[in-house]
């Protein structure tokens, strides 16, 4: 690790965090953005967290009391916001995309795709970005290879993850789904925790 970086890290010295140049394999997109900036899109104040939440029902329940519904018409000002902070933070290499369920937003994968290409554009051209595709476990197997299956034929997508409530579905489900990504060239992530059973959910589970 980057001697500057870790001494930064140390004396927590922001500013001296964002001058080391570094890589962002995992983002939230629009939720990356900086909130200032969220906050002046949406053109209200929003109350930061004040407690810890214990579950993924929990941490949506408490996303919809105090954002509400997403307004789709914000998204792209959002999402150019989103790469904006990568430039801000320092970032040299920014992973970042959108959820094969989101063709069912915005129509299609060429849709969905130019959205995030227009953003990239906008907020952050001279950073390098992977363009990610993923999938939630509380969809249905066979609805995600069918919102999924267009994105592959466009061949642009570079990595593949899968998230959501790890209770939803068993991670052995998302086999299929893994080895049709990784045939079309992913690399493959998966958020990873462990079931109430102590069994480990994550890529372990995949792999076997």
């Known amino acids: 690790m980057n001697e500057a970086f870790q ?23 629009v939720a990356g953005a900086d909130p200032a900036s969220v906050e002046a899109i949406h053109g209200r104040r929003f109350a930061p967290l004040d407690h810890r939440l214990t579950s993924m029902d929990e941490m949506h329940a408490w996303a919809k009391d105090n ?15 989103a790469f904006a902070r990568a430039t801000w933070d320092g970032l040299v290499r920014y992973e970042l995309g959108d ?3 989101s063709i069912t937003v915005h129509g299609s994968a060429e849709n969905v795709t130019e959205r995030l ?8 051209p001279e950073v390098e970005w992977i363009p990610q ?9 066979e609805d995600i290879r069918r919102w999924m299956e267009p994105f592959l034929a466009l061949g642009f997508y570079r990595a593949f993850d899968l998230s959501g409530d790890e209770f939803a579905r068993p991670i052995e489900n998302f086999k299929p789904l893994y080895r049709l990504a990784k045939a079309n060239g992913l690399r493959l992530k ?6 109430r059973g102590g069994r480990f959910t994550g890529c372990d589970a995949l792999s076997r």
């Open 117 to 124: 290409k227009k953003a990239h554009a906008c907020g952050a």
């Open 7 to 29: 001494q930064a890290l140390k004396s927590e010295d922001l500013e001296s965090v964002r001058k080391v140049p570094k890589t962002d394999l995992h983002n939230h997109g």
């Open 190 to 195: 998966a958020h990873a925790a462990w079931d």
């Open 133 to 141: 595709v993923a999938i939630s476990r509380h969809c249905r197997i």
């Open 67 to 81: 954002f509400g519904a997403l307004d789709l018409k914000l998204g792209p000002r959002l999402l150019e916001a």
């Open 99 to 101: 959820d094969v369920w």
